[in-house]
């Protein structure tokens, strides 16, 4: 007995000096005050502020974007496969153009014999005429060994050129996709943390109220028991609303992804054939240029001895084989034909893209940062709400934030916190 | 015995009753805020600093054109200190006296409400008072406006210039350290994240990137921040301060220690 007398004494002493702190005291002068940013970092809306702010720090540190719709690695792998192809065609190329300058010039070097020998020309005219048909043979095989690998080096440099552009096209296309995606699931994510914290707004009189009873310790149990099944029912009806949001926010997301998906697809597709198209025409247009240079290269000047009907009988034959040498060759570049750019517009437009791109960025910053503001804006106002009720509940004159040092008054941080953390239990 | 515990339990209420109150003084009431958002919407301020504003619109104009031919930096600098110099004369003179008399107004409020210090409204989450109202009136009246026949009274709330701090040799070597490390880093991580296959990549370079900064800033930062709080503590209970808030808040009256603090620090 004496035992309990002696707790009932220490109780009613802590419950009175201990619990409560006395804000009139000479240490405290009625004045309290709040490190709001500890607050913050516990409320239950901190991770959202604090995801926006990591967005933002990784938008500034131009860290890329954290979802690509359409495989960038298997377009990349693409990519580079049709580069092999088309080096191999090259090589192809190289190998069936030597083959058949050798067939075409030991074609017309019989063509040339069998017209002398039908002319009756021998010795030294048939001779003669035969050196200058192989010099101007080997000139021809000069001239078109000359253009072809001048052909070989421009295709090569448009691949490579080529190449660079449209992987820089795709990238700035995931990119764009990627900055869409981001956006609306932020977007989403901002609907779900209005809705969180409007519910628990709505909510936050009739929690606080059961509460208040619930800290009565003569309740009754059967009381209790309601009063907990009440504020219970609460919580499951804010976590319900919000879990069916967020799973229709998550198909939502998952439909946009699909569509953007799409969307990039389709548009990475019809540049990337936009820029065969182009390539095409411009390796065309230099195979016809180095085509009628080779043409340009006249027939052989014949010997005196040589009967001027014979001369232009070989100069026919010349003008045939060179002929059908070209048309051959033509087929064999033909086959270089790949998909790829138009140099100079895909260049110029990848630079205005990168404008673009840069733009597009610092607008999503802005956006970020309006919806921090808002957000941040948010949950101070409910601390400063939550810190005024306590603040007039205690008795307090005055209560500061963004306090430097404190050699007095009343810190009400924690008091704050848990108020924060118990209304969105 | 139930009686002797009766008489002990009051007995133990009393005592702590007694102890809380024990050391009972004066509430800090004599605090005053404004909303200087408010103040500055006033037409005439308003009017104020459209005028500043179109001169500095016509001044940038002027500085566009004779930057063009500056020969070298140096004369570039030169050209832009010139013009700054410009715009400031030119904001003291338009809102210089808008000041000057917002501040007499201020200075007479609080003297008639006996306050020892006037805050920044966006400071004070409960209580105070709030003079902002009687400020207005006061500026806004056609009379000239008497400067106070006394300063404002000692003030338990005292403030620390940061800038002035900033300036102390080792905050300045700190932060010049931190800067430069995080300059580096940010160059160094954005090349990385630039090579990244994929968004888990970005995201696990993003975070070692925090990470480094972070662990960079309590090693140069902290050990000066906790030193700050810890001499500032120490100035404003010597001088009977209870509470010290940032230069920046403070509008009118207050006791300044950022000296003391400053010398503290350099120790």
Known sequence: ?425 | MKIRSAILFAGALLLAVWTGRGAIAADLTDVGYLDQAELANLPIFVNANRQLAAYKAQLDAQFASQVKHARSDADKQQIAMQFQQQLTDRQREVVGPLFQRAQLAIAAVSATRNLSVVVDKRIVIYGGQDITKDVETIFSSPQAIQPPAATPPPSEIGYVDQNALDGVPKVQTANAAMNQFETTQRQLFSARIAQARNQSDRQQLYQEYTKTVSDKQDQLLKPLVDQTRTATTDVARKKSLLLVIDKADIIYGGTDITSDVQNALAK
């Open chain 1, 1 to 425: 007995m004496r035992s309990r007398s002696r707790l009932l004494v220490v109780a009613a002493f802590l419950a009175t000096a201990g619990c409560a702190p006395n804000v009139h005291s000479s240490a405290i002068r009625g004045a309290g005050y709040v490190r709001v940013d500890d607050v913050v970092k516990h409320h239950p809306l901190y991770p959202q502020l604090s995801q926006l702010d990591d967005a933002i720090a990784a938008i500034n540190l131009q860290s890329a974007a954290p979802h690509v719709p359409l495989g960038a690695a298997q377009i990349a792998a693409q990519t580079a496969e049709l580069n092999r192809e088309l080096r191999a065609a090259q090589i192809r190329a190289n190998a069936i153009l030597a083959q058949k300058q050798r067939d075409y010039e030991k074609r017309e070097n019989e063509a040339v014999n069998a017209a002398l020998a039908a002319a009756g020309i021998h010795g030294s005219g048939a001779a003669a005429a035969q050196q200058m048909s192989g010099a101007s043979q080997q000139q021809m095989q000069q001239a078109a060994a000359a253009a072809n690998a001048d052909l070989m080096a421009y295709q090569q440099s448009v691949i490579a050129q080529n190449s660079a552009a449209s992987s820089a096209i795709q990238k700035q296309l995931q990119d764009q996709a990627s900055q869409k995606y981001r956006a609306k699931a932020e977007q989403l994510q901002q609907n779900e943390t209005d809705l969180s914290l409007r519910l628990t707004q709505q909510d936050a009189t009739q929690r606080l109220a059961i509460k208040m009873r619930l800290s009565n310790l003569a309740l009754d149990p059967a009381a209790r028991k309601q009063a907990e099944d009440q504020l219970n029912a609460i919580n499951q009806k804010e976590a319900t609303e919000v879990d069916t949001q967020r799973n229709a926010d998550a198909a939502t997301l998952r439909a946009y992804q699909a569509e953007l998906s799409r969307q990039t697809g389709d548009a990475i597709r019809s540049q990337v054939g936009a820029i065969s198209a182009q390539t095409r025409s411009k390796l065309e247009e230099h195979r016809d240029e180095v085509g009628s240079q080779l043409r340009s290269l006249g027939p052989p000047s014949m010997p005196a001895n040589v009967p001027p009907n014979v001369q232009s009988q070989i100069a026919q034959i010349h003008r045939q084989y060179v002929g059908e040498f070209q048309s051959e060759a033509a087929k064999t570049v033909s086959e270089y034909n790949a998909t790829k750019t138009d140099l100079d517009r895909q260049f110029a437009a990848l630079h205005g893209a990168d404008v673009g791109a840069t733009g597009a960025a610092a607008k999503e910053l802005d956006a970020l940062q309006k919806r921090r503001g808002e957000l941040y804006a948010q949950i101070v106002a409910q601390v400063k709400r939550d810190a005024s009720r306590i603040a007039k509940d205690q008795g307090f004159d005055i209560v500061f934030i963004n306090v430097l040092s404190a050699a007095g008054g009343e810190d009400l941080t924690n008091q704050i916190i848990k108020d924060v953390e118990s209304q969105h239990e």
